[in-house]
T-cell receptor, first 114, second 112 residues
Framework: AQSVTQLGSHVSVSEGALVLLRCNYS??????LFWYVQYPNQGLQLLLK??????LVKGINGFEAEFKKSETSFHLTKPSAHMSDAAEYFC????????????FGPGTRLSVLP | DAGITQSPRYKITETGRQVTLMCHQT?????MFWYRQDLGHGLRLIYY???????DKGEVPDGYVVSRSKTENFPLTLESATRSQTSVYFC???????????FGPGTRLTVT
């Protein structure tokens, strides 16, 4: 069965600094990987997804993530944090080709300091 | 409105009462899901449905009942609510070859 770990339940960065949110997964088959963002009192919004094409995936709002099979990682990065990036971020893995059987990580809350 | 909607958005109920959370999607997606979100646990799957009249248990199904008589609706019922079911509930949907899940805005349920 697949699983996801996210290192750090809370990450703080200064505005303009690099954002790095870590995600490691385990899967018995080639996985599909996702990052979702959740703003306060809202649902989850897809940031980006890896579906076995390019290993470097670009998403919305300047975020990107790199799939590294040898490290079983899918870390999320953004070169320069903005105050509006403050939110909860969830990494998810799916072993299904049509979006079922998602397993979510516990989430990382990102704070952006002025 | 197009998309996926949930109602009510907020609900307070008492222990032992039955409560139903509604989920409606306009995309005709085959798959629908119910999750609960609790601090420190991320999202945990309660039930999912592959099509109308086909449902299956997820990770935490105890105390919940689902039905799916129409493709677009997937209600979640707490037959006898308990305080441990205080949570935020999210509905999601997807379709074949879509890869990702699309989420509703959530229902915040408090059981007193």
């Amino acid at each position: 069965a697949q699983s996801v770990t996210q290192l750090g339940s809370h990450v703080s960065v200064s505005e303009g600094a690099l954002v790095l949110l870590r995600c490691n997964y385990s899967s018995s088959v080639p996985p599909y990987l996702f990052w979702y963002v959740q703003y306060p009192n809202q649902g989850l919004q897809l940031l980006l997804k890896y579906t076995s094409a390019a290993t470097l995936v670009k998403g919305i709002n300047g975020f990107e993530a790199e799939f590294k099979k040898s490290e079983t990682s899918f870390h999320l990065t953004k070169p320069s944090a903005h105050m509006s990036d403050a939110a909860e971020y969830f990494c998810a893995v799916s072993e299904g080709s049509y979006g079922q059987n998602f397993v979510f990580g516990p989430g990382t809350r990102l704070s952006v300091l002025p | 409105d197009a998309g996926i909607t949930q109602s009510p958005r907020y609900k307070i109920t008492e222990t032992g009462r039955q409560v139903t959370l509604m989920c409606h999607q306009t995309w005709s997606h085959s798959y629908m899901f119910w999750y609960r979100q609790d601090l420190g646990h991320g999202l945990r799957l309660i039930y999912y449905s592959a099509a109308a009249d086909i449902t299956d248990k997820g990770e935490v199904p105890d105390g919940y009942v689902v039905s799916r008589s129409k493709t677009e609706n997937f209600p979640l019922t707490l037959e006898s609510a308990t305080r441990s079911q205080t949570s935020v509930y999210f509905c999601a949907s997807t379709n074949r070859d879509s890869y990702e899940q699309y989420f509703g805005p959530g229902t915040r349920l408090t059981v007193t």
